[in-house]
């Protein structure tokens, strides 16, 4: 028992990680329907860039994580301006190339740039383990699910209680419709684009704090994205939670009771279950596209 | 007339054959020596530290002039630790670049793939890092292997463990690839002889980032001691994460352990872990200490094991160069396999198998971030 309870929580901590690294996939996924092959790679710089302004730029934590997310929140701005614009409305292929071509040459400058070493990015307060009867967890991992929680209900509220998110829900659903209503649609877009690469960067920071920041990390992080958006229905909010929890709490127990050496199959296991049995995904909002 | 012909002919003769000797010659201003590894990919990292030590030997061999009265040109080339690609990069080596002797190529798997086409050139190949036992057991005369395998090092330090460290029971966690695998079968078989037992063998894959699953079922096995075999990322993490696991376990390793990058990942987790390594920059012999000096002074680092291994590689194989008196195939394989080279850590022969053995490996302990000597045995040549 004690030990179903530890790997319960190491489950739902990595759920709410994993939740926490699909967010900016859930948006510009789920929600533009960009196929975004550069989502580890938008990760990835948040661990990097971390790295660097607390490292180089003496930072602490927390204003380390305010100036990734103005810096990568910029630079996506300006990568949907500049390259996602171009393709837009010419279906998914040419956007599924750019991607792929931006991920590559995001990682190839990052290892250009700083090379293949792990980096490690300063931690926001000092870690040690806390014991919950049989649970150890540490503070670090309680810090960062409270502010993967606050971020994605943040994003939900931006979504769905601003008007920012409403211009964002009316361009998606039609794009024609919503710009003869008088919404600068190419704004809503850049401005959806840049917050998925905030939320991506965010959470690629505050993960590297726990394990550690490198240029190649992306892939596997783009990869586990995917299968939270799929499982949770795309786009939605709620589903990429139930999404990351299912698939940590899954990994954990599977780790848990049968072997750790092939963790990875469950994810995928579990994707084609709901392609099967479910295919808008757990929480779907499907009804909302024409 | 008919002497000024002949004079003229002679002239001319004398003049076409100089032009005949010095023409190769100018062609081949410098022994090329080719190199692959991985410069992408999940291994870069420890691919980028080879070269890095490998360019170091270079520019030593170099500043003393060279072998064969000639320079020692490098040509580097990015096989990612891919069969197929490291294939491409002996192709273009020896087809373009024309080296006359290969190096490389660190992950056993792409090894594997370029050994055929070595003997397919006939041209002699070096590694200084692939462990896979079975790659020496394929009969490739062209093969040299200037590095340990899991067997030797298992061999070479299951006594220490079991005895000095006394440890009862150990569990084996492994990265989920070959050299994982086959470091944990090695430990395990030969711990499990001096009568030490298995709580618990697991294994996990490349870049996994959270261990606490895999933790918490080694906790719960209480094991006296942890054997992992694990890289730089992978070990780091899980080692933080045994700390904060409260894992209370000796811990011993196999893999770039004890380097400063790992201590620094690492921090105060680091205290107290034992890691099994061909080299250690902290060895205190005279030749280690200059080999440090110079790659400090270079890289400003400390060398750890890959940095070791291509300085070491690349000196072998410049040595046998020299040592077969030309850049002929035939010469250079046989002067190999007289090797006799004084490496910083001890010094390498090679079996007639080519593995070679008789270079010093290690255990040392991490205190105060940096990694002491406990012991340190030589490894004997395998039966």
Redesign the interface.
């Given at each position: 028992m004690d030990l179903f309870l530890q790997f319960l929580t190491n489950g739902l901590v990595v759920g709410v990680f994993y939740a926490l690294s699909a967010l900016g996939l859930t948006l510009i996924f789920g929600l533009m329907r960009v196929v975004n092959f550069a989502h580890g790679e938008f990760y990835m710089l948040g661990g990097v860039v971390g790295w660097f302004v607390t490292t180089y730029l003496g930072l602490d934590f927390f204003s380390g994580l305010v100036l990734v997310a103005l810096a990568i929140g910029s630079f996506g701005w300006l990568v949907d301006r500049f390259l996602i614009e171009r393709v837009r409305g010419q279906g998914e292929e040419p956007g599924i190339l750019l991607t792929i071509g931006l991920s590559i040459f995001l990682v190839n400058i990052t290892l250009l740039a700083i090379g293949p070493a792990p980096l490690k990015v300063a931690r926001a307060i000092t870690e040690g383990p806390i014991f919950l009867g049989p649970v150890t967890i540490t503070k670090m991992r309680l810090l960062a699910m409270v502010i993967g929680i606050a971020l994605i209900v943040g994003a939900h509220a931006i979504i769905h209680r601003t008007r920012l998110g409403s211009a964002m829900r009316a361009t998606f659903q039609d794009p024609m419709a919503a710009s003869l209503a008088g919404i600068r649609t190419k704004q809503v877009y850049a401005a959806t684009f840049a917050l998925g690469c905030t939320l991506s960067a965010l959470s690629g920071m505050l993960l590297a704090s726990i394990y550690s920041a490198q240029a190649s990390v992306g892939g596997l992080v783009s990869l586990k994205s995917f299968v939270v958006v799929i499982l949770g229905g795309m786009g939605s909010f709620p589903g990429a939670i139930a999404g990351g929890l299912l698939l940590g709490v899954a990994e954990a127990l599977w780790g848990g009771y049968v072997a750790t050496g092939m963790v990875d199959i469950i994810g995928f296991l579990l994707v084609i279950l709901i392609l099967v049995l479910r295919p808008q995904g757990l929480f779907s909002i499907r009804a909302e596209r024409a | 007339m008919y002497r000024y012909v002949l004079g003229c002919a002679l002239a001319a003769g004398v003049a076409a054959s100089g032009i005949a000797a010095s023409g190769p010659a100018n062609a081949q201003d410098s022994v090329k020596i080719g190199l692959v590894e991985p410069l992408?990919?999940?291994v870069?990292?420890n691919g980028?530290s080879v070269v890095e030590g490998a360019k170091l030997a270079v520019e030593q061999i170099n500043a003393k002039g060279g072998v064969l009265g000639k320079p020692v040109e490098l040509v580097i080339e990015d096989g990612q630790c891919a069969p197929a690609n490291s294939v491409n990069a002996v192709e273009k080596l020896v087809q373009k670049d024309k080296v006359a002797v290969l190096v490389g190529a660190f992950c056993s798997s792409a090894t594997a793939a370029i050994m055929p086409v070595a003997a397919k050139y006939k041209i002699p190949l070096v590694t200084g890092v692939s462990s896979s036992a079975a790659l020496t057991e394929q009969n490739n005369p062209w093969f040299f292997r200037a590095a340990e395998t899991d067997a030797l090092m298992a061999k070479a330090f299951a006594k220490i463990l079991a005895n000095d460290l006394k440890l009862k029971s150990v569990a084996y966690v492994g990265v989920?690839d070959d050299w994982g695998r086959g470091g944990v079968e090695e430990f395990s078989r030969d711990l499990s002889a001096l009568g030490v037992k298995t709580a618990l063998t697991?294994?996990?894959?490349h870049?996994?980032?959270?261990f606490?699953?895999?933790l918490?079922?080694l906790r719960?096995a209480k094991p006296d001691g942890i054997f992992v075999a694990a890289e730089?990322?992978d070990g780091?993490?899980l080692v933080k994460q045994l700390q904060?696991?409260?894992v209370q376990s000796k811990v011993f390793g196999v893999g770039s352990w004890a380097t400063a990058?790992f201590i620094?990942?690492t921090?105060d987790a680091a205290e107290g872990i034992y890691a099994a390594v061909p080299y250690v920059s902290s060895v205190d012999t005279p030749r280690n200490q200059d080999f440090v000096k110079a790659y400090e002074a270079k890289y400003k680092v400390k060398p750890g094991k890959y940095g070791a291994a291509g300085y070491n590689a690349l000196n072998i194989t410049a040595q046998a160069i020299a040592q077969a008196g030309s850049t002929d195939a035939e010469a250079i394989r046989t002067a190999l396999g007289k090797t006799d080279y004084k490496a910083p850590n001890g010094e390498y022969r090679f079996t007639a198998k080519g593995q070679a053995y008789g270079f010093d490996a290690v255990l040392v302990r991490i205190e105060g971030g940096t990694p002491k000597v406990v012991a340190s045995s030589p490894v004997e040549a395998p039966q």
């Amino acid at each position: 028992m004690d030990l179903f309870l530890q790997f319960l929580t190491n489950g739902l901590v990595v759920g709410v990680f994993y939740a926490l690294s699909a967010l900016g996939l859930t948006l510009i996924f789920g929600l533009m329907r960009v196929v975004n092959f550069a989502h580890g790679e938008f990760y990835m710089l948040g661990g990097v860039v971390g790295w660097f302004v607390t490292t180089y730029l003496g930072l602490d934590f927390f204003s380390g994580l305010v100036l990734v997310a103005l810096a990568i929140g910029s630079f996506g701005w300006l990568v949907d301006r500049f390259l996602i614009e171009r393709v837009r409305g010419q279906g998914e292929e040419p956007g599924i190339l750019l991607t792929i071509g931006l991920s590559i040459f995001l990682v190839n400058i990052t290892l250009l740039a700083i090379g293949p070493a792990p980096l490690k990015v300063a931690r926001a307060i000092t870690e040690g383990p806390i014991f919950l009867g049989p649970v150890t967890i540490t503070k670090m991992r309680l810090l960062a699910m409270v502010i993967g929680i606050a971020l994605i209900v943040g994003a939900h509220a931006i979504i769905h209680r601003t008007r920012l998110g409403s211009a964002m829900r009316a361009t998606f659903q039609d794009p024609m419709a919503a710009s003869l209503a008088g919404i600068r649609t190419k704004q809503v877009y850049a401005a959806t684009f840049a917050l998925g690469c905030t939320l991506s960067a965010l959470s690629g920071m505050l993960l590297a704090s726990i394990y550690s920041a490198q240029a190649s990390v992306g892939g596997l992080v783009s990869l586990k994205s995917f299968v939270v958006v799929i499982l949770g229905g795309m786009g939605s909010f709620p589903g990429a939670i139930a999404g990351g929890l299912l698939l940590g709490v899954a990994e954990a127990l599977w780790g848990g009771y049968v072997a750790t050496g092939m963790v990875d199959i469950i994810g995928f296991l579990l994707v084609i279950l709901i392609l099967v049995l479910r295919p808008q995904g757990l929480f779907s909002i499907r009804a909302e596209r024409a | 007339m008919y002497r000024y012909v002949l004079g003229c002919a002679l002239a001319a003769g004398v003049a076409a054959s100089g032009i005949a000797a010095s023409g190769p010659a100018n062609a081949q201003d410098s022994v090329k020596i080719g190199l692959v590894e991985p410069l992408t990919g999940s291994v870069a990292y420890n691919g980028k530290s080879v070269v890095e030590g490998a360019k170091l030997a270079v520019e030593q061999i170099n500043a003393k002039g060279g072998v064969l009265g000639k320079p020692v040109e490098l040509v580097i080339e990015d096989g990612q630790c891919a069969p197929a690609n490291s294939v491409n990069a002996v192709e273009k080596l020896v087809q373009k670049d024309k080296v006359a002797v290969l190096v490389g190529a660190f992950c056993s798997s792409a090894t594997a793939a370029i050994m055929p086409v070595a003997a397919k050139y006939k041209i002699p190949l070096v590694t200084g890092v692939s462990s896979s036992a079975a790659l020496t057991e394929q009969n490739n005369p062209w093969f040299f292997r200037a590095a340990e395998t899991d067997a030797l090092m298992a061999k070479a330090f299951a006594k220490i463990l079991a005895n000095d460290l006394k440890l009862k029971s150990v569990a084996y966690v492994g990265v989920n690839d070959d050299w994982g695998r086959g470091g944990v079968e090695e430990f395990s078989r030969d711990l499990s002889a001096l009568g030490v037992k298995t709580a618990l063998t697991e294994y996990f894959d490349h870049g996994s980032t959270d261990f606490f699953t895999l933790l918490t079922k080694l906790r719960a096995a209480k094991p006296d001691g942890i054997f992992v075999a694990a890289e730089t990322q992978d070990g780091s993490i899980l080692v933080k994460q045994l700390q904060e696991m409260g894992v209370q376990s000796k811990v011993f390793g196999v893999g770039s352990w004890a380097t400063a990058d790992f201590i620094n990942l690492t921090g105060d987790a680091a205290e107290g872990i034992y890691a099994a390594v061909p080299y250690v920059s902290s060895v205190d012999t005279p030749r280690n200490q200059d080999f440090v000096k110079a790659y400090e002074a270079k890289y400003k680092v400390k060398p750890g094991k890959y940095g070791a291994a291509g300085y070491n590689a690349l000196n072998i194989t410049a040595q046998a160069i020299a040592q077969a008196g030309s850049t002929d195939a035939e010469a250079i394989r046989t002067a190999l396999g007289k090797t006799d080279y004084k490496a910083p850590n001890g010094e390498y022969r090679f079996t007639a198998k080519g593995q070679a053995y008789g270079f010093d490996a290690v255990l040392v302990r991490i205190e105060g971030g940096t990694p002491k000597v406990v012991a340190s045995s030589p490894v004997e040549a395998p039966q």
